[in-house]
């Protein structure tokens, strides 16, 4: 078997080889190949060698999750065989765009008669193509990102009820082969009734886990997070990597995850398989929490939005259209769109600061790898960061009337008010006061006070199909506030939501759309009778405020 090194590709001159081999390729039929392998790619080529660019294929170790050596068992011959696992994104058989599909590439060496010295070649291969995939470059606008230790152990909570109630069979069919090429160990625990998952995570022992990794609705890991920031060890148990695999109807934050990576949309199943190749890709991101104080009860806390009005009623009433999946939400609009309401009520909130996004040199304190090791320069976990922004958080979107909308008092002073939540377990807030107590000065108070919705958002999607906050990212430091005054007719609100499907919403010129991104907020229904939901859960209706805690937390993104 030939090895070379540091010599250039005789196709295209360009990245250099540095293992070469000649292999007997296992598919519908046998064939001898060339294989080339790079810093960036494995360049498969049949034997004979066919002139440029014909009977050659090209993977980019990027789409690769993970590789492995072995011996078959029984025949006695002295061949080792190497498996690469790749998910490249290609094009749909019946429909336009693009999706990851799984391409298993395997190869028999028999080069040599010790079939010791066979398998043995087999895991350098093997190991190369598992280093050099792990050294491949990610950088993404406003991200930082580092590798997941490896392997990395991950506790795996499945919700069999989530959805359709298919998310069991969809872990089998494809996330536990996934994880398996990938080599990543992982724990299945299915969660039997409601906080479940929230009773475990608060009471578990985590240093048996690098990270913990929700399959279900967007549900289960609000009752994660907030397990975690329950516990007396919170401050490190927040730390705790989490994963997001889509297994329910809305798979809002499965979207924004899909989304952060520059992929073309993808639902369903698809969505499914991007996600979890994002997962054993293994990188970290931060991600922002959202402290939210009740007239009563503990505070909770949220990863991705609340809601009031007709957002809160469509989400809630179209439980009983859960066994159409996503369609449900769909189903909901409609009808409430027949029956449109006005909610009263007080709005106020806290503009984002101009600097939010230098706060504190948090950028340049990031948090530690899933084993709670400091991250490593090596190449295979470089942090990457982009240099800096180009324009200030602070974003008001409006349109014609909304100079008349709200009344902003002077701000008065530049240090924080003192916290509701001082004495608190988790982290204290920093700019609200209690519930009871009128607002700081330096406030937007909305005149209006009738209200068709009001929708917070921390990541840029709503459900698999709506883009209701298109610039959001995982850790901008910013709370994205829309809210739809009363007049608007029942078509141009529909035309609003079918616009929300590709994030063009906030560019209409519906005078009764406002968008402002905002640190903290302040909602006093007046309605006697409503619904007010945090993730897509209800909560207690009443007076309710909310903050955002930047970076608190840490998302596997890949």
Same mark, same amino acid.
């Given at each position: ?18 293992? /070469? ?49 072995y ?9 080792? /065989? ?19 599909q ?11 008669q ?10 350098k291969?093997?190991r190369?193509?598992?280093e ?22 991950? *506790? ?7 959805g359709?109630?298919q998310?069991?069979?969809?872990y ?32 578990a ?14 549900? =289960? ?16 148990a ?40 994002? =997962? ?53 609009t ?22 939010c ?54 701000r ?12 608190l ?28 919705? *009001? ?20 850790d901008?430091?910013? +709370? ?19 616009? *929300?499907e ?12 406002v ?16 619904? +007010? ?7 207690? /209706?009443?007076p *309710? ?14």
């Amino acid at each position: 078997m030939d090895q070379r090194s540091a010599e250039p590709d005789p196709g295209t001159g360009s990245s250099p080889v540095t293992l /070469y081999g000649e292999f007997t390729a296992i598919g519908t039929r046998k064939v001898r190949c060339a294989v080339n392998l790079t810093e960036k790619e494995l360049i498969v080529q049949r034997l004979p060698l066919a002139p440029v660019g014909r009977n050659k294929v090209v993977l980019s170790l990027k789409d690769c999750v993970g590789c492995r050596a072995y011996r078959e068992d029984g025949g006695g011959e002295p061949a080792a /065989y190497l498996s690469a696992y790749f998910y490249p994104l290609k094009r749909r058989w019946l429909s336009s765009g693009v999706s990851r599909q799984r391409a298993e590439h395997r190869f028999r060496l028999t080069a040599l008669q010790d079939p010791g010295a066979n398998l043995e070649e087999a895991e350098k291969w093997a190991r190369t193509v598992r280093e050099r995939s792990g050294r491949q470059q990610y950088l993404r606008d406003g991200l930082m990102l580092w590798e997941l230790s490896h392997p990395c152990r991950m *506790m795996l909570l499945v919700n069999p009820q989530s959805g359709k109630g298919q998310a069991l069979t969809l872990y089998n069919n494809h996330i536990q082969p996934m994880l398996n090429e990938a080599g990543v160990p992982h724990t299945l625990v299915i969660t039997e009734r409601q906080n479940h998952a929230r009773e475990l995570v608060r009471e578990a022992d985590l240093s048996q886990w690098n990270a913990v990794v929700i399959m279900s609705g967007d549900g =289960l890991l609000y009752e994660v997070i907030n397990g975690l920031l329950e516990r007396a060890d919170w401050e490190e148990a927040i730390q705790t990597p989490l994963g997001f695999l889509p297994g329910g109807s809305g798979n809002a934050l499965a979207a924004s995850i899909h989304h952060y990576s520059g992929a073309s949309p993808v639902f369903g199943e698809e969505l499914l398989i991007s996600c979890g190749f994002l =997962l054993c890709k293994g990188l970290l991101s931060r991600m922002d929490l959202v402290s939210v104080q009740l007239s009563s009860g503990p505070r909770l806390f949220s990863f991705l939005s609340l809601a009031w009005g007709f957002v809160a009623d469509v989400d809630i009433e179209s439980e009983k259209y859960r066994h159409v999946g996503a369609a449900r939400f769909t189903v909901g609009t409609l009808v409430r769109l027949a029956s449109l309401r006005i909610y009263k009520g007080k709005l106020a909130y806290l503009p984002a600061s101009k600097d939010c996004n230098t706060e504190g040199g948090l950028r340049n304190n990031m948090t530690k790898h899933c084993n709670n090791q400091a991250p490593s320069l090596s190449p295979a976990s470089l942090l990457l960061r982009r240099q800096s922004r180009d324009s200030p958080c602070q974003n008001t979107l409006h349109n014609s009337c909304h100079s008349n909308n709200s009344l902003k008092v002077r701000r008065a002073e530049s240090t924080p008010p003192r916290s509701a939540t001082k004495g608190l377990p988790s982290p204290p807030d920093s700019w609200l006061l209690p519930l009871d107590q009128p607002l700081p000065s330096d406030w937007v108070v909305v005149q209006e006070e009738d209200f068709v919705l *009001m929708l917070a958002m921390y990541q840029s999607h709503l459900a698999e199909d709506l883009m209701a906050a298109p610039n959001a990212t995982l850790d901008d430091g910013v +709370i994205h506030l829309t809210y739809v005054t009363a007049g608007i007719s029942r078509s141009a609100l529909l035309r609003l939501f079918l616009a *929300m499907e590709k994030g063009t919403h906030l560019t209409s010129n519906c005078p009764h759309l406002v968008h402002t991104e905002v640190q903290a907020l302040r909602l006093e229904p007046y309605t006697p009778k409503g619904i +007010i939901t945090v993730d897509g859960e209800v909560v207690e /209706y009443g007076p *309710m405020q909310a903050e955002v805690h930047r970076g608190l937390a840490r998302l596997i993104t890949g």
